[in-house]
């Protein structure tokens, strides 16, 4: 996508006067901000399948097992309007082994050097154990100001019987103080094979976040990203004053 047409998608989509910054590097290109979202918990939520929603395919491989699947901190970047967005899908950063635990840390934070970061702290529906329970201290420990950049985000959505807002309502406490201290911030997915081949995946839909705006056909993984991604530009603007995402 060329700058005219991501200047015309902005125009078209905001009316009234706008500033928009354009940043540019020491040679006078373009220089894309940079927002890395950290998929987070333990293994077996579904962060890596949470990540190929978000980025449209099978970037992470993703399976069900009794075994961790992700062993290594890996990443994928794509650009939506201007913003370079890197999704980073992380192990269990809480393995009981110290020196696999320093080492999936240490990775982590080099992949998210350079740009702001907002964390995606992945629980499945129906499970909430103790690891989880005090999964926040223990992230601290990465980054002293993870709950006011953390979103809850649920996955097996499928799996509920009624609306997500009942389900927090009526859940472990444990759980609702987590929610609480994340800024009462949550999002739900549906993990579903059938949702992934949708239109040939999600990254279609995020390059042209314009023309799901408003669209009464959207898909349930669409609307599902595009809440995720409303509520990440609106916690971005809120903590680091930065508005991303300037076309939607």
């Not at 901190?73 to 020196?99: A, R, Y």
Request: include cysteine; glycine fraction near 10%; proline fraction near 3%.
């Amino acid at each position: 996508m060329n700058d005219k047409h991501i200047l015309d998608l902005m125009a078209a989509t905001f009316s009234g006067p706008h500033l928009f910054l354009v940043v540019l590097d020491k040679g006078g290109q373009h220089k894309s901000p940079q927002l890395n979202l950290v998929l987070l918990g333990e293994s077996g939520s579904g962060k890596s399948a949470s990540g190929n929603t978000i980025l449209g395919g099978t970037a992470f491989p993703s399976e069900p097992s009794s075994m961790p699947v992700t062993t290594e901190c890996g990443e994928q970047t794509m650009s939506i309007f201007g913003t370079v967005v890197k999704v980073i899908d992380t192990p269990d950063l809480f393995d009981e082994d110290l020196q696999v635990q320093s080492r999936h840390v240490r990775g982590c934070k080099q992949l998210c050097e350079g740009g702001r970061c907002v964390y995606l702290l992945v629980i499945q529906i129906g499970r909430f154990t103790e690891g989880e329970r005090d999964i926040l201290k223990r992230l601290e420990k990465v980054d002293t100001r993870v709950r006011e950049r953390t979103i809850i985000l649920f996955t097996r959505g499928d799996d509920l019987t009624s609306h997500i807002d009942d389900y927090v309502r009526n859940t472990n406490p444990h759980l609702q103080q987590l929610i609480k201290k994340c800024g009462g911030r949550f999002q739900v997915f549906k993990n579903t094979t059938q949702q992934h081949d949708e239109k040939g995946g999600f990254g279609w839909a995020l390059s042209h976040v314009k023309s799901i705006i408003g669209a009464s056909n959207q898909t349930e993984v669409e609307k599902q990203v595009k809440e995720l991604m409303g509520k990440i530009a609106d916690l971005v603007k809120e903590t680091d004053r930065v508005k991303v995402f300037p076309g939607m």
